[in-house]
């Protein structure tokens, strides 16, 4: 991915009329659309704010500091936002060959890396045991077998299906994850193989607003530390919370003091002294902190409807991002030049327009990606302004599985551009 940098501080700009009272967002737009005008193309690009990143880890360690994160690199790989949570002393999740690749080549520690793929390719695992990336999950008989074969130093964790993933808008348990009933014959498949299970992980779903989910999978968790001490099994002492959090400051804080609750309640203060514990975090880094401006590629107007094309959509950025997201995050920018009779204007002034407020006739508008794919729509029924060819669309939240599960149908792919600002 092309990585360009901007000057830190983009210059003031010169024409931003906030006229739909948009005031709270001046500030960031400002830089979209200086940076739309430094740009001087039409091309989809995204702006990656590192200082979220870097307040984001500060409330993690605020909030959870006996947790350590390790981030799901499948989430958003960036190089710079990877080398950014390097920086503030993030481990991560890895979850192939060419993630764990990615990783050590920005000089991180093979023991900063949980291998959190329960199921993986022989040749991937033969890899993690020659870089000394000794940790890894599994929820099958049969991985315990491999494992034993091409990696028996390696530690395991025994992934757990999470009872309640309701609230989740991305569950996991119908792919992963040992039912109650499998777990024995799974902790004695792995003993018998003289392997070591040091604890157990789960995840509750990504984007998950129900923190109580988070107690009923610790509860789960501490129900497999019973059945490996019974079993006469070494102590277990990892606990791996998995993902599911989100970066709004009050779930955040709600989710976290679910957790905390619940090992309290669950771990006596002598088994919380040995507790290693650790979570996959991936949308709670990586969402906020990318920002995606597309532009206006087509337009037809279709009696009281109006149909724009824009360069990103569902198989580039957004596959995997709800619509109410999309529709909640978008903002239109209107280029002024596009009223302008010189083709030629290099400056054009932009402006906000809001969602109708302010007396603004607003359209039923469906935006259409890029690609041929009738599946390729973006908004459908959604309120905006009349917008031109050239004009912008601007989407927030725009981090997460977002350029990560991009596809190159018909040749177009994920915005390439990502512009850094302090
Ligand atoms: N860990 C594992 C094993 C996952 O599969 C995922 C997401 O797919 C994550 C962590 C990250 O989850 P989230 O983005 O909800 O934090």
Redesign the pocket.
């Known amino acids: 991915m092309d990585v360009n940098s901007v000057e830190p501080r983009l210059s003031a700009p010169d024409k931003v009329m906030s006229n739909y009272g948009l005031s709270t967002h001046e500030y960031f737009l400002e830089k979209i659309i200086s940076t739309i005008k430094k740009q001087q193309s039409e091309e989809a690009f995204y702006v990656l704010d590192l200082g979220v990143v870097i307040n984001l880890m500060d409330t993690w360690k605020h909030n959870l500091p006996m947790v350590q994160p390790f981030y799901?690199v499948?989430?958003n790989p960036h190089p710079d936002l990877l080398a950014t949570l390097v920086a503030q002393g993030s481990s991560f999740?890895c979850a192939s060959w060419s993630e764990i690749e990615s990783i050590l080549a920005l000089g991180v520690s093979p023991d900063r890396i949980i291998y959190?793929n329960p199921c993986k390719a022989c040749s991937h695992i033969k890899y993690a045991a020659a870089v000394g990336v000794n940790l890894t999950t599994f929820d099958s008989v049969d991985e315990v077998h491999k494992i034993r074969k091409l990696h028996p130093e390696c530690s395991l964790l025994i992934r757990i299906k999470a009872p309640d993933e309701s609230g989740s808008r991305w569950p996991?348990s119908s792919k992963y994850g040992a039912l109650p009933e499998e777990v024995p014959k799974l902790l004695q498949a792995a003993q018998t193989k003289g392997l070591k299970v040091v604890g157990v992980s789960f995840?509750i779903g990504?984007?998950s607003h129900n923190y109580q989910a988070y107690k009923t999978a610790i509860q789960a968790a501490k129900a497999v530390f019973q059945e490996a001490d019974r079993l006469c099994m070494p102590p277990m002492h990892v606990l791996n919370i998995?993902?599911?959090?989100v970066s709004d400051a009050l779930c955040f804080e709600a989710a976290a003091s679910a957790v905390k609750t619940a090992v309290d309640k669950y771990f006596s203060k002598e088994e919380r002294q040995n507790l290693t514990m650790m979570a996959?975090?991936?949308?709670?880094f990586a969402e906020t902190a990318f920002t995606l401006a597309t532009n206006i590629i087509g337009k037809r107007v279709r009696g009281e409807v109006r149909h724009y094309w824009i360069n990103e959509g569902f198989h580039g950025s957004m596959m995997r991002v709800d619509r109410t997201a999309l529709v909640e995050s978008c903002i239109s920018l209107k280029c002024m030049s596009n009223n302008s009779s010189d083709d030629n204007e290099k400056n054009p002034g932009i402006v906000v327009c809001g969602k109708g407020v302010g007396g603004a006739r607003t359209y039923s508008s469906i935006v259409f990606g890029p690609t041929c794919d009738p599946i390729d729509k973006v908004l459908e029924g959604h309120q905006l302004p009349e917008l031109e060819v050239n004009d912008w669309l601007v989407f927030q939240n725009m981090g997460?599985y977002t350029s990560s599960c991009s596809n190159k149908f018909n040749g177009f792919g994920a915005a390439k551009i990502t512009y850094l600002t302090d």
């Open positions: 799901a499948k989430c999740d959190a996991m995840h990504s984007k998995g993902g599911g959090f996959e975090p991936g949308r709670f997460a």
